[in-house]
């Protein structure tokens, strides 16, 4: 069985590269994981050259190594309806593969995104980590699908705290924002959740 090939997306804008130290820990996590390296680890910073116009989202493939790197210009996605799907899906590690990721949207069209129940609680939308606020802090589903860069990063800083979130106590929260490493951490103004 061949093995997989995993996916680093990184944000780069007018040549700059953003939050390039949480990519690194998770594309060494995912190489240590799968291929025992944690010797002579590539650096990231060595390989991405960004262009200096334009906001683009870089697009890198690997296994033991980088096979590609494409830098594809950044076109954001209007969310506007929400459905939450259960699934037992497993993705804690970003796979090149996102076909089971894609079905859950092709088979819902009635949603811009779904948000993925699994065993009763509520993780990830298809593209991004998701976030709500209860009127006083903002919170993330405590065992997200994957741990995305954002997330990571506002957790760190305390900005995110981490808690067990269920379609019944949806009710708690007022706003949702949804976060990834393109969008940083976005507030939907005017949004429909429904499952």
Same mark, same amino acid.
């Given at each position: 069985?061949?093995?997989?090939? $995993?996916?680093?997306?990184?944000?780069?804008?007018?040549?700059?590269?953003?939050?390039?130290?949480? *990519?690194?820990?998770?594309?060494?996590?995912?190489?240590?994981?799968?291929?025992?390296?944690? *010797?002579?680890?590539?650096?990231?910073?060595?390989?991405?050259?960004?262009?200096?116009?334009?906001?683009?989202?870089?697009?890198?493939?690997?296994?033991?190594?980088?096979?590609?790197?494409?830098?594809?210009?950044?076109?954001?996605?209007?969310?506007?309806?929400?459905?939450?799907?259960?699934?037992?899906?497993?993705?804690?590690?970003?796979?090149?593969?996102?076909?089971?990721?894609?079905?859950?949207?092709?088979?819902?069209?009635?949603?811009?995104?779904?948000? #993925?129940?699994?065993?009763?609680?509520?993780?990830?939308?298809?593209? =991004?980590?998701? =976030?709500?606020?209860?009127?006083?802090?903002?919170?993330?589903?405590?065992?997200?699908?994957?741990?995305? &860069? &954002?997330? &990571?990063?506002?957790?760190?800083?305390?900005?995110? *705290?981490?808690?067990?979130?269920?379609?019944?106590?949806?009710?708690?929260?007022? *706003?949702?924002?949804?976060?990834?490493?393109?969008?940083?951490?976005?507030? #939907?103004?005017?949004?429909?959740? $429904?499952?």
């Amino acid at each position: 069985m061949p093995e997989p090939l $995993f996916l680093e997306t990184v944000k780069t804008e007018d040549g700059q590269i953003f939050n390039l130290s949480f *990519h690194q820990a998770r594309f060494a996590k995912t190489q240590k994981a799968f291929f025992g390296i944690e *010797h002579n680890l590539l650096r990231l910073s060595n390989v991405i050259n960004a262009p200096k116009k334009g906001l683009y989202r870089c697009r890198i493939l690997y296994d033991e190594r980088i096979q590609t790197i494409e830098y594809i210009p950044y076109v954001s996605k209007e969310i506007r309806t929400l459905k939450i799907v259960s699934s037992n899906l497993d993705y804690a590690y970003k796979y090149a593969n996102r076909e089971p990721l894609s079905a859950l949207l092709e088979t819902n069209p009635d949603a811009d995104e779904v948000i #993925i129940e699994k065993d009763g609680f509520l993780t990830d939308t298809t593209m =991004a980590n998701i =976030a709500f606020y209860d009127g006083n802090k903002w919170c993330t589903p405590l065992n997200p699908l994957l741990q995305g &860069t &954002t997330m &990571t990063r506002l957790l760190d800083q305390g900005f995110l *705290h981490s808690k067990e979130i269920t379609k019944k106590t949806l009710s708690d929260y007022t *706003h949702v924002a949804l976060m990834n490493a393109m969008i940083g951490f976005k507030i #939907i103004k005017k949004i429909n959740i $429904f499952s």
